[in-house]
């Protein structure tokens, strides 16, 4: 042990090493030189440097057989030199060989459709002569984004300690490598987010407490990046036609309109909304849904078949400026009108074109009529919206809405006069 310490200076005494052998030896400091060898053990922290030095060194203070010695004639000076302390200091360098950690994976960010996202994550100690113990991961997640479900070790779940870590164990030289999958719950908004990966290892035991760390840890970022859906709007009827179809005052128009969902990414809580000029009126029960599509619909659409679902009415909105604002509900009309969750309901799921196509579009058919007030000529607006959701089972309502696609259809009035 040392026998004084000042800082990083330490001490040691080594008189006792220099007694006589003798147990009733004439001289208890023999004047005798010999080599004491002595070996400093250094445990090094973390972060000591790469290259490091320790400097040592001996002091001693000689004593002679006579306790005093007479100057002779050419000696003035009244000192004994020999009674002087004389330094014998040396400094050597040493180098320290800290594992070196390199964190990857083959997919860092996920292009995800799924409520259930997931990354690869390999460990590797790089380090050629040093090992890596009580190696440890941790996740810093965003509250509203990805939170983590789960973590493999080599195919094997573990679980999380009490210091808000996974312990991983130790890993050799590169020989090695730790094969992790972190999956997490995709239950925000359907923005692009991160999870932060940090990872770290201590000399002697896991860490008690992350925000005081020992040995500096690496952080490695981990993305979702959710695929969009794309909700296309078309009218099948009324069709086109040239000349413009002229239609009586109070007569009913039969609309037909066909949504589909042409993005990357399922949708849930569909929305369809009609906008409608002043002085045109939707006839109340006349709102019909047919999905799964079965045919191309004729120009009269049979409502009475099997293929043909009745819902509720749409609500008013309100007046914005391209006219009244309906809207149907998609999915809780259809939900309520047949009792699954096909189109987007809790749990459920709307398909896109590219992974289902038969799947991926629904008929809304209903009838309006002009009634006084109306405008000569005038449009409908009909937009569709489906707030895209990860996955069949995701669970909850916090949706993000995407984009709105609207199609145009036009129509022309006879003129009307009053008597």
């Known amino acids: 042990m040392p026998s004084s310490q000042n800082g990083n200076r330490l001490e040691f005494d080594l008189t006792s090493f220099?007694?006589?052998?003798?147990?009733?030896?004439?001289?208890?400091?023999?004047d005798d030189g010999f080599i004491i060898i002595m070996k400093?053990?250094?445990?090094?922290?973390?972060?000591a440097p790469t290259e490091s030095y320790l400097t040592g060194g001996a002091r001693s203070q000689p004593k002679t057989i006579l306790t005093t010695i007479d100057p002779n004639g050419n000696n003035l000076d009244t000192t004994d030199n020999l009674l002087s302390n004389y330094p014998a200091f040396d400094q050597f360098k040493f180098f320290f060989s800290r594992p070196e950690l390199f964190i990857?994976?083959?997919?860092q960010t996920f292009n995800g459709n799924s409520a259930n996202v997931s990354w690869p994550v390999n460990i590797t100690n790089v380090s050629n002569n040093a090992n890596a113990k009580n190696i440890w991961i941790s996740f810093q997640t965003n509250p509203t984004g990805p939170q983590i479900s789960k973590v493999l070790l080599n195919g094997n779940v573990i679980t999380a300690q009490g210091g808000g870590y996974f312990a991983l164990g130790d890993l050799t030289t590169s020989i090695q490598e730790m094969n992790l999958e972190v999956f997490a719950n995709q239950t925000g908004g359907c923005l692009s987010d991160s999870i932060v990966a940090t990872v770290g290892w201590a000399c002697n035991s896991y860490p008690q407490n992350l925000n005081n760390l020992t040995c500096s840890p690496i952080k490695f970022p981990l993305f979702v990046k959710p695929l969009h859906t794309n909700m296309d709007v078309s009218v099948l009827?009324?069709?086109?036609?040239?000349?413009?179809?002229?239609?009586?005052?109070?007569?009913?128009?039969?609309?037909?309109?066909?949504?589909?969902?042409?993005?990357?990414?399922?949708?849930?809580n569909i929305l369809l909304d009609?906008?409608?000029?002043?002085?045109?009126?939707?006839?109340?029960?006349?709102?019909?849904?047919?999905?799964?599509?079965?045919?191309t619909v004729p120009p009269t659409p049979n409502i009475n078949s099997g293929s043909w679902k009745k819902i509720g009415?749409?609500?008013?909105?309100?007046?914005?400026?391209?006219?009244?604002?309906?809207?149907?509900?998609?999915?809780?009309?259809?939900?309520?009108?047949?009792?699954?969750?096909?189109l987007g309901g809790p749990g459920g799921s709307f398909p896109y074109q590219i992974q289902n196509l038969d799947s991926s579009k629904f008929y809304i058919r209903?009838?309006?009529?002009?009634?006084?007030?109306?405008?000569?000529?005038?449009?409908?607006?009909?937009?569709?919206?489906?707030?895209?959701?990860?996955?069949?089972?995701?669970?909850?309502?916090?949706?993000?809405?995407?984009?709105?696609?609207?199609?145009?259809?036009?129509?022309?009035?006879?003129?009307?006069?009053?008597?």
């Not at 220099?18 to 023999?30: A, F, M, T």
């Not at 179809?245 to 849930?268: H, K, M, P, R, T």
């Open 366 to 419: 209903f009838l309006a009529q002009s009634s006084c007030g109306f405008l000569t000529r005038y449009e409908d607006t009909f937009c569709s919206f489906g707030p895209i959701t990860m996955s069949v089972g995701r669970v909850g309502q916090d949706f993000f809405t995407l984009k709105n696609i609207c199609t145009n259809t036009h129509h022309r009035s006879k003129d009307i006069v009053r008597s």
């Open 104 to 107: 990857q994976s083959s997919q």
């Open 313 to 342: 009415d749409p609500s008013f909105v309100g007046n914005v400026a391209l006219g009244q604002n309906y809207r149907w509900n998609v999915t809780s009309l259809w939900q309520a009108a047949t009792g699954n969750n096909l």
């Open 18 to 30: 220099y007694k006589s052998n003798q147990v009733n030896g004439p001289w208890q400091d023999p």
């Open 237 to 268: 009827l009324p069709a086109e036609s040239n000349p413009v179809e002229i239609y009586d005052l109070c007569e009913d128009i039969e609309f037909v309109v066909q949504v589909d969902n042409i993005g990357q990414a399922e949708a849930s």
């Open 40 to 47: 400093i053990f250094s445990s090094p922290e973390c972060d």
């Open 274 to 295: 009609a906008y409608v000029p002043q002085g045109m009126e939707l006839i109340p029960g006349s709102s019909y849904i047919q999905y799964k599509i079965v045919n």
